[in-house]
């Protein structure tokens, strides 16, 4: 579980595969130091830290994983969004984020607003889940959904985070991976799980043992 609060941003190295199976390697600082085996979100996709080297960090990674997100057009040098998973006692600051990328869109425009930035991205087979003001993890960084139409959204982006995050990496035609929010996706289930109700007649009644 993640909050979308970013602690660290990585510089890819490489990736490379073997059949099914992939290692993504990366440099990055964190405050406090990493164990073998713990999950980090790399750019909102949760991954396993199998290697650690100073400051060189390797992770698992499925091919399914790889192509599925954006990390596919990721090239040696490009920026990354790192965070660690929650601890017991952590605060959680931005919102529940589990690590598992719903699909990905597309950048675009950035726009300016103020001291803001504003990115509008196209989205359209997620669109179901995204609605003003709701929650949306964007290349992991927790953010609010401003506006929400038939195939695109846009959020604001804080000159903080803009600038601590590689999200001021993102130009017009960048890919992003998107995790909607998690409670919105339960609660879609749920309604359309829900069965219609079944009228009461005698006849009903009578076969259920109510009536003589």
């Avoid at 073997?18 to 993504?24: K, S, V």
């Avoid at 139409?149 to 590689?166: C, E, L, Q, R």
């Amino acid at each position: 579980m993640f909050t979308g609060l970013i602690q660290a941003v990585g510089q890819l190295e490489r990736i490379v595969f073997q059949g099914a199976a992939g290692r993504l390697t990366l440099t990055a600082q964190f405050d406090s130091p990493l164990q073998i085996g713990e999950s980090v979100a790399v750019n909102g996709a949760c991954l396993t830290l199998i290697d650690q080297q100073a400051e060189r960090l390797a992770f698992d990674v499925l091919r399914e994983t790889f192509e599925k997100t954006a990390l596919a057009g990721k090239k040696p040098g490009d920026r990354l969004n790192l965070e660690r998973a929650l601890r017991m006692g952590d605060p959680l600051g931005g919102h529940m984020v589990s690590g598992h990328v719903d699909g990905t869109g597309d950048v675009r425009r950035v726009e300016t607003a103020g001291r803001d930035r504003i990115l509008v991205i196209e989205a359209e087979n997620l669109m179901a889940d995204i609605v003003p003001k709701g929650s949306i993890a964007v290349d992991g960084v927790s953010l609010t959904v401003v506006t929400a139409g038939p195939d695109m959204f846009s959020v604001h982006v804080i000159p903080h985070t803009w600038s601590h995050t590689a999200l001021s990496s993102l130009a017009s035609g960048a890919r992003v991976n998107l995790e909607t929010d998690m409670i919105g996706k339960y609660v879609r289930a749920a309604l359309q799980d829900r069965r219609p109700p079944v009228p009461v007649t005698w006849d009903r009644l009578r076969n259920a043992g109510y009536l003589d």
